[in-house]
């Protein structure tokens, strides 16, 4: 395995254990979409801010859901690097995490540290709304040169 890769399969689990700290972007706390941004900045990959919102119309996930189509596609078998979003306590979107493999994914979440869970444990399966994987011209714009 080249070290490229090795890279790419251990960079977020180096960030199992970080606080999480609503609106945090670095290693003191994270929250979920801080968690994904980090993952990818250390894939030198730098991903657009979102406006933070608690209204449904520009909330977390807006960058997905209102630019889903320019940014992302859904998917329905998701892979290492997807996203998986997830309705917590609202009808609406509002958490995600960063796919591991076909059965885990990582993710900050409010009075946990950084974990890893399961995407088939009764907590999760019923409130996962869609899984996203970046599309390519998307990432090659935020990647750091």
């Known amino acids: 395995m080249n070290s490229e890769i090795k890279k790419l399969i251990t960079e977020p689990y180096l960030l199992i254990g970080i606080p999480f700290v609503s609106r945090g972007r670095d290693k003191s706390g994270l929250d979920c979409y801080g968690l994904i941004m980090e993952v990818y900045r250390r894939l030198n990959i730098k991903l657009p801010e979102y406006a933070y919102s608690s209204t ?41 995490g960063f796919i591991l493999n076909e059965n885990q994914f ?27 994987r970046f599309k390519k011209d998307f990432i090659d714009q935020c990647r750091i040169k």
């Open 56 to 96: 449904k119309e520009t909330s977390l996930l807006h960058l997905l859901i209102q630019d889903g189509d320019d940014i992302a596609e859904s998917v329905t078998y998701p892979q290492f690097g997807d996203i998986v979003t997830i309705s917590i306590k609202h009808p609406y979107v509002h958490h995600l």
């Open 106 to 132: 990582i993710h900050a979440i409010r009075n946990r540290h950084v974990c890893i869970e399961s995407l088939g444990a009764a907590e999760w399966k019923k409130r996962i709304r869609c899984y996203w």
